[in-house]
């Protein structure tokens, strides 16, 4: 199973920008398709971005696409998560997953079985 271990969440303007970084262990990271989700209090955990395990093919929630971008370097087992024009309604726990299957990647929780513990992402006004 992979390890995971989410960084660079904090506290940022309305409008300002982001960047999360999600550090994976193992050395078939670049099998593992990828994704971040993220969970407001008192709602469910919802998907954010994914990315293959290439790198090529990424895919992004409609409340996000424009503002963010996912991308990973498989030369230092990372995957990061580049936040724009944050808006107060990003604020949230943000997750990053680790797809279920080699090569395996998707929109659904159930697609992932390696999840890190999470950093706190606050957009305040």
């Given amino acids: 199973q992979v390890q995971l271990l989410e960084s ?3 506290l940022v303007q309305a409008g300002g920008s982001l960047r999360l970084s999600c550090a994976a262990s193992g ?3 670049s099998m593992y398709g990828m994704a971040w989700f993220r ?7 919802d998907f954010v971005a994914g990315i293959s395990g290439s790198g090529r093919t990424t895919d992004y929630a409609d409340s996000v696409k424009g ?3 996912i991308s ?8 990061y998560l580049q936040m724009n024009s944050l808006k107060t309604e990003d604020t ?4 990053c ?12 929780i ?6 890190g513990q999470g950093t706190q992402v606050t957009v305040s006004t």
């Avoid at 949230?92 to 997750?95: C, E, G, I």
């Avoid at 997953?97 to 659904?108: F, I, Q, S, T, V």
């Fill in 67 to 69: 503002r963010t971008t």
């Fill in 8 to 10: 660079g969440g904090g």
């Fill in 72 to 79: 990973r370097d498989n030369s230092k087992n990372t995957v």
């Fill in 92 to 95: 949230a726990v943000y997750y």
């Fill in 97 to 108: 997953a680790a797809g279920r299957d080699l090569y395996r990647w998707g929109r659904r």
């Fill in 39 to 45: 969970q407001a209090p008192g709602k469910e955990r």
């Fill in 110 to 115: 159930d697609d992932y079985a390696s999840w």
């Fill in 27 to 29: 050395r078939t990271f």
